[in-house]
């Protein structure tokens, strides 16, 4: 920011029709990414939040900028916002024409709208305050820095994504090998009955709380288990049963499907399907 511009006296109008607006526009916004991310994310998922701040830190440092009293700090306020509407802008629009949900596209479609009067707005507001000609620097600086965080977060970000399902995938296995080895020790503890007919048993069996209680409803880190228990025998004992986990939302929660059975063998498919013996074992 230039010498000029920080050591000009005058404070901007603090009752200026554009400027609230802009503010307006900018509070809605990260209001609006809120929304879409508590409706999206789970509780697992705020937990990006923090690698992922190249996103919508500067958005928050925008408003921080906008709400200050002082020319120069409102100017790079709408700095950043003229630099930052676009790239939401885009890819809002993007959604809302293609994304297969109406709730999501009404929602995206209102983000849009949101960035085009947010960059508008800024615009229009900067030729209401009294221009400086080093103004220019003041928009270059900002464009330049948000394009390139802006690349690193769209470089990073699927990197992010894939390492988080690739831990998913892991506990998956984890949790199967985990349950395979309590139904033998539930086989041995009841003679008469076998192994158990389900992970709510379980569940009630481990006494030292192995099987918890999100496991044993089928559901943990944003995969979904289901046990399958085989006939009784003449004895009226469960000598056979699988287990199959498959990814919430297959290529975005994981990319492979699990199978086990009393083998203790697991296996997998890299297809959107539940697995079965006759797939690879890992």
Known sequence: MSNAINSAPTKAP??????????????????????????????????????????????????????????????????????????????????AAFDSSSTWRSVFAIYAALNLLLVLSAVKTYYSLKRHPADWRVLASRLIACFFGLVVAAI????????????????????????????SAYAKRHHDKGFAASLSELDQESGAGVIDRQLANGRKMRY?????????????????????????????????CFFIDESGVIRYTTEDRPPTVLDVPI
Not at 47 to 73: N, Q
């Open 14 to 95: 603090s009752n200026s029709r554009w400027l609230n607006a802009t503010r307006g526009f900018a509070f809605a916004s990260l209001i609006t990414v809120a929304v879409i991310l508590a409706m999206h994310a789970d509780a697992e998922d705020l937990i990006a939040l923090a690698p992922t701040a190249p996103l919508w830190l500067p958005f928050v440092w925008m408003l921080v900028r906008l709400m200050g009293k002082t020319i120069a700090s409102q100017k790079s306020g709408l700095a950043l916002a003229v630099a930052l509407g676009p790239y939401p802008l885009i890819f809002s629009s993007l959604v």
């Open 156 to 183: 990073l970000t699927p990197h992010m994504i894939r390492s988080r399902a690739a831990m998913d995938e892991a506990f998956a296995v984890s949790a199967m090998r985990i349950i395979n080895g309590e139904q």
């Open 224 to 256: 979904t288990f289901a046990m399958s228990a085989g006939p009784a025998d003449s004895d009226g004992r469960i000598t056979k049963y699988t287990i199959v986990a498959r990814p919430e939302k297959f290529g975005k929660d994981g990319w492979r």
